[in-house]
């Protein structure tokens, strides 16, 4: 299970990021380009007014330890790629593959190709599966209905006797 930091604890940890709005402008700008989701937490907080004091809720952006030494990753490339390029080279998997050379991309869509061939060869497998085990069934069926249709025959047949008409 993920253990989740709130944006104060994230500013601690992260040496070179100075305030809160600019971790939130980062985030805000990671969700909106880069189509990256992060998590969200009701957190309870004190409010005070005239009837004293209630406890409410407010939705919270919270970060994962891995994001946390991503967004440090993104401060110590920020002097050299600048700050959007930064965030998109580390939270971006579109920036990954935009970037790379034809004969580089090859063997990422082949590999891609090949996970998405073994997760169908494995769907493939296991619904050949239920296929022979349904036929399996509908033989047992087949000779359970041929056993019944033998016993009633054979019951129709010596049945002779029970409906004579009397004479």
Request: with cysteine; aromatic share 10%; proline share 2%.
């Amino acid at each position: 299970m993920n253990k989740y930091f709130t944006a104060h604890e994230v500013l601690e940890q992260v040496t070179g990021l100075n305030s809160i709005s600019t971790l939130n402008k980062w985030a805000n700008l990671i969700q909106k380009e880069c189509d990256y989701e992060f998590h969200y937490d009701y957190i309870p907080f004190n409010v005070y007014s005239k009837r004293g004091q209630t406890t409410s809720h407010r939705k919270t952006r919270m970060f994962t330890s891995e994001e946390i030494k991503k967004f440090q990753e993104v401060v110590h490339l920020i002097p050299s790629l600048g700050r959007n390029q930064s965030l998109m080279k580390i939270f971006s998997d579109k920036y990954i593959i935009d970037g790379l050379k034809h004969s580089e991309l090859m063997p990422i869509i082949f590999e891609k190709v090949d996970a998405e061939l073994s997760s169908n060869t494995e769907l493939i497998q296991s619904q050949a599966k239920k296929i022979e085990i349904l036929e399996n069934h509908y033989r047992a069926m087949l000779r359970q209905l041929a056993t019944l249709e033998e016993k009633f025959t054979s019951l129709d047949q010596s049945s002779g006797g029970w409906f004579r008409r009397k004479r």
